[in-house]
């Protein structure tokens, strides 16, 4: 039997280079990697996403999303399955019967929780608290072993281990496949490459969408020859010596990540190339090149796709949730007594 890889997709209107670097592309080349003997379940989280205030029109974002996944090279077979999270009514079912075997301490305990629920006193709504609950239901519907997430969702991890073990333990039945410990998830993500886009501007920052200087980021819907630009006034430093080294030289490590990733080469392989070196100008125009040659190519891919296209793979992969996750909620419903 196939294991199933899980992931969840933002929706957003628009990315940057660092959303498609440390996420969207390592996703794309995990799911092309594994298909051939995994399922690999590529959800879009809609009922997440509404907890908070949506970003742009989400109908939109959706089909975005999955148009920047399909741009990338996700290449589609018949283990790859995309679909909307509301679209398959096992979700919601399952996280209620998910919360009568959870604790109010528990899921109050959540760091995620703690931080979006800080300062808002009573005037908190209760999506954000359920929202480990209705994970472990995207999680538990598919008996997903491996779950690609950032560590800040560890928790939301090892609490779904810890209902599905409660429930199981209750009813004496083996009703829930349990995930990967977040040890192993780590290790399955390879999250000790420590890949982190930096501002091109502040290079001790995070590169983000909401940084209002235009040349610290670079979105995928950029005009390639401005991105071209921005990389070529990168904010670098004066050691005159290129090297990996983000505490002392993160701008030029910026760069050489960025490189090393769209040229699918080895950090190591691509930093001796340049180290050593005083002229800065080489590595510069280098990584300028091939990110406007990345966005030419991908804004051509992206803008070939239409949106009847995106339908008809959630189509597809909507017809095998459904089916999946139907029988797994109809399999517990009978095991608590609704069914």
């Known amino acids: 039997?196939?294991?199933?890889?899980?992931?969840?997709?933002?929706?957003?209107?628009?990315?940057?280079?660092?959303?498609?670097?440390?996420?969207?592309?390592?996703?794309?080349?995990?799911?092309?990697?594994?298909?051939?003997?995994?399922?690999?379940?590529?959800?879009?989280?809609?009922?997440?996403?509404?907890?908070?205030?949506?970003?742009?029109?989400?109908?939109?974002?959706?089909?975005?999303?999955?148009?920047?996944?399909?741009?990338?090279?996700?290449?589609?077979?018949?283990?790859?399955?995309?679909?909307?999270?509301?679209?398959?009514?096992?979700?919601?079912?399952?996280?209620?019967?998910?919360?009568?075997?959870?604790?109010?301490?528990?899921?109050?305990?959540?760091?995620?929780f703690k931080e979006k629920s800080e300062g808002k006193g009573e005037n908190v709504n209760l999506g954000i608290l359920d929202y480990p609950v209705l994970m472990a239901a995207d999680i538990l519907l598919y008996s997903a072993k491996y779950v690609p997430v950032g560590e800040d969702q560890f928790q939301h991890i090892e609490i779904t281990r810890d209902i599905a073990t409660r429930i199981n333990n209750r009813f004496n039945t083996d009703v829930f496949k349990l995930p990967a410990p977040t040890k192993e998830q780590a290790k399955f993500m390879g999250l000790d490459d420590g890949l982190r886009i930096r501002s091109l501007t502040e290079p001790t920052k995070k590169m983000s969408k909401s940084d209002p200087s235009e040349n610290s980021k670079i979105l995928l819907s950029d005009n390639p020859k401005d991105a071209y630009k921005k990389i070529m006034s990168a904010t670098t430093d004066s050691l005159a010596n290129i090297d990996f080294d983000m505490f002392n030289?993160?701008?030029?490590?910026?760069?050489?990540?960025?490189?090393?990733?769209?040229?699918?080469?080895?950090?190591?392989?691509?930093?001796?190339?340049?180290?050593?070196?005083?002229?800065?100008g080489n590595l510069k125009r280098d990584t300028a090149e091939v990110v406007e040659n990345m966005l030419t190519e991908f804004q051509a891919k992206y803008n070939s796709i239409s949106d009847e296209d995106v339908l008809k793979v959630f189509e597809a992969g909507e017809k095998y949730a459904n089916d999946i996750a139907g029988k797994k909620l109809a399999e517990v419903q009978k095991l608590v007594g609704l069914r």
């Not at 398959?88 to 019967?97: D, L, N, Q, R």
């Not at 030289?249 to 691509?270: D, F, Y």
């Open 1 to 112: 039997m196939k294991e199933t890889i899980l992931t969840g997709i933002r929706t957003n209107t628009d990315m940057t280079l660092g959303n498609m670097l440390g996420a969207l592309y390592p996703m794309v080349q995990l799911a092309n990697r594994f298909s051939k003997d995994h399922h690999i379940n590529i959800f879009v989280p809609d009922l997440h996403t509404i907890i908070a205030e949506i970003d742009g029109d989400m109908q939109k974002n959706v089909i975005r999303s999955i148009k920047y996944y399909l741009a990338l090279g996700l290449e589609m077979n018949e283990n790859i399955h995309i679909y909307r999270q509301s679209y398959v009514p096992a979700h919601s079912e399952m996280t209620w019967i998910l919360n009568c075997f959870t604790y109010f301490g528990e899921a109050s305990r959540m760091i995620q």
């Open 249 to 280: 030289q993160p701008g030029i490590s910026n760069l050489l990540q960025i490189l090393a990733v769209l040229t699918n080469r080895p950090l190591a392989e691509v930093t001796s190339v340049y180290a050593g070196s005083s002229n800065y």
